[in-house]
């Protein structure tokens, strides 16, 4: 929808996703938000790249193509594999997504404040070392809620934060433009 809201509802024990997997970003640094509009039940939020393959049961971060955060239950999902990370999200929070395919590195933020270890210290990142191979998109699962989704196409609540080197993220709606050059 245009306003970028993702409502699912509640079902016995499945998980809807969705993913942009046509975009394939390769290279640069990238970012979108989500809004916690109602409270998401088991969300599992990130980026994923080739090769994900979501159903009912395997969501976000549930395999080795993709990375996720967790404001439920406060994990970081990874190839099925979960660690304590953040604090819980609350209606209103805005949740960032920063994907430095320049370093291999990947991080979350919430309302502008970048993670590290669940709280804001600065710049590191939740996952480092992953894999520049197969094209990288945001991707997106829960069991059930309702979330505002910004990809860039309009101004963000937290614009992303500035780089040691300077190198700015983009807004994936512009990974047409970025991608190109």
């Given at each position: 929808?245009?306003?970028g ?36 039940v ?18 976000v971060?549930d ?61 590191e ?14 991707a ?7 979330l ?13 934060p ?5 190198a700015?993220?983009?807004a ?10």
């Amino acid at each position: 929808a245009s306003n970028g809201l993702w409502r699912v509802w509640d079902a016995d024990d499945v998980f809807a996703t969705v993913a942009l997997p046509d975009l394939r970003l390769s290279c640069g640094r990238w970012y979108y938000e989500v809004t916690i509009v109602e409270e998401p039940v088991f969300p599992q939020l990130g980026w994923a790249r080739e090769g994900f393959s979501p159903d009912g049961q395997i969501g976000v971060g549930d395999d080795a193509a993709s990375y996720a955060i967790d404001g439920d239950r406060c994990k970081l999902w990874h190839g099925g594999h979960h660690s304590d990370f953040g604090e819980p999200w609350e209606p209103g929070d805005v949740v960032g997504f920063l994907l430095d395919l320049v370093n291999f590195e990947m991080n979350f933020s919430v309302n502008g404040d970048v993670l590290v270890s669940g709280v804001p210290e600065g710049f590191e990142y939740a996952f480092a070392g992953v894999s520049g191979d197969g094209g990288w998109f945001p991707a997106l699962t829960m069991k059930s809620g309702l979330l505002r989704v910004n990809f860039g196409d309009h101004d963000f609540e937290y614009p992303p934060p500035d780089t040691d080197d300077g190198a700015p993220f983009h807004a994936v709606a512009l990974s047409e433009v970025h991608q190109a050059g």
